[in-house]
């Protein structure tokens, strides 16, 4: 089964920013024809989507963080990114990575944004 692993969580004060990996065990055959998601989880809530690439390179994001944040892939990596800009303390929370098709998520990544 594919694993995520993710990195690239930290504490930063409102309006900094934060760029998040997801490395895929996958072959690069394979990560290249997946859509794949970031999630994220703020304390006491459900996970909510919040970034999606597809494998031409599409994207879409939540209103809460378009023109803010970018998800990108590298398929030679095998890697997703999801650049965060001017980040607010309720963005605060756990990021996932997860790939759709097999439902497999990553172990998450802990975003801090102070006040």
């Known amino acids: 089964q594919v694993q995520l692993v993710e990195s690239g969580g930290d504490l930063v004060q409102t309006g900094g920013s934060l760029r998040l990996s997801c490395v895929s065990s996958?072959?690069?055959?394979?990560?290249?024809?997946?859509?794949w998601h970031w999630y994220r989880r703020p304390p006491g809530t459900q996970r909510e989507l919040v970034a999606t690439?597809?494998?031409?390179?599409?994207?879409d994001y939540s209103e809460s963080v378009k023109g803010r944040f970018t998800i990108s892939r590298n398929n030679v990596a095998r890697t997703v990114y999801l650049q965060m800009n001017s980040l607010k303390p309720e963005e605060t929370g756990v990021y996932y990575c997860?790939?759709?098709?097999?439902?497999?998520w990553g172990q998450g990544s802990l975003d801090t944004v102070s006040s």
């Open positions: 690439i597809t494998t031409s390179g599409s994207t």
């Open positions: 996958d072959s690069s055959s394979w990560f290249r024809i997946k859509t």
């Open positions: 997860k790939e759709p098709l097999s439902g497999v």
